[in-house]
T-cell receptor, first 113, second 115 residues
Framework: KQEVTQIPAALSVPEGENLVLNCSFTDSAIYNLQWFRQDPGKGLTSLLLIQSSQREQTSGRLNASLDKSSGRSTLYIAASQPGDSATYLCAAGLQGGSEKLVFGKGTKLTVNP | SAVISQKPSRDICQRGTSLTIQCQVDSQVTMMFWYRQQPGQSLTLIATANQGSEATYESGFVIDKFPISRPNLTFSTLTVSNMSPEDSSIYLC????????????FGSGTRLTVV
């Protein structure tokens, strides 16, 4: 059974700092790995999707990496801003194209002005 | 990419009653997914809804408790039946965005409190 873990559960940083959020998964047979952002009272916003054949994806100040063999993914946020404050979720897409996502519990990020 | 309108955004319900949550997508999609996020927990898939067929439920979820309708390719409903305080959660619907770079789109969620 696939399990996804995110560390740390919460993180507080000063504005401008570069930071890394970690995600690990127990079964390396994943279809893809996706990072989401969840704001209070709102749904999920998709940030980056890494296919199983890829090693990383970039969008603006965000860079996500994937190492299937070690069961890890990281989300790097450069030059953090207060608007980046949110809960960040990673989700592993199960192999076989079943479209099922297994989520971690998230990392709550606070960027202080 | 698809845009999802989910209603209601929140509700407070009495135990023993039922609540129906609606999701409307601005484009036709084959599959829609319903998730539950209990307080302090990760999102868990409840079921996958295909148009024209019965929904497929994940382990631990049953149709009598969470009946789902999928009358067409742009709309689905999830009903939470005979509610108890343990059903207090955020419920979200999701569709695949049709873009391999961006994965899945989620509705804004329904925050349900059962008293």
């Amino acid at each position: 059974k696939q399990e996804v873990t995110q560390i740390p559960a919460a993180l507080s940083v000063p504005e401008g700092e570069n930071l890394v959020l970690n995600c690990s998964f127990t079964d390396s047979a994943i279809y893809n790995l996706q990072w989401f952002r969840q704001d209070p009272g709102k749904g999920l916003t998709s940030l980056l999707l890494i296919q199983s054949s890829q090693r990383e994806q970039t969008s603006g100040r965000l860079n996500a990496s994937l190492d299937k063999s070690s069961g890890r993914s990281t989300l790097y946020i450069a030059a953090s801003q207060p608007g980046d404050s949110a809960t960040y979720l990673c989700a592993a897409g199960l192999q076989g194209g079943s479209e099922k996502l297994v989520f971690g519990k998230g990392t709550k990020l606070t960027v202080n002005p | 990419s698809a845009v999802i309108s989910q209603k209601p955004s929140r509700d407070i319900c009495q135990r023993g009653t039922s609540l129906t949550i609606q999701c409307q997508v601005d484009s036709q999609v084959t599959m829609m997914f319903w998730y539950r996020q209990q307080p302090g927990q990760s999102l868990t898939l409840i079921a996958t809804a295909n148009q024209g067929s019965e929904a497929t439920y994940e382990s631990g979820f049953v149709i009598d408790k969470f009946p789902i309708s999928r009358p067409n390719l742009t709309f689905s409903t999830l009903t939470v039946s005979n509610m108890s305080p343990e059903d207090s959660s955020i419920y979200l619907c999701s569709v695949e965005r049709g873009n391999s770079n961006y994965g899945y789109t989620f509705g804004s969620g329904t925050r349900l409190t059962v008293v």
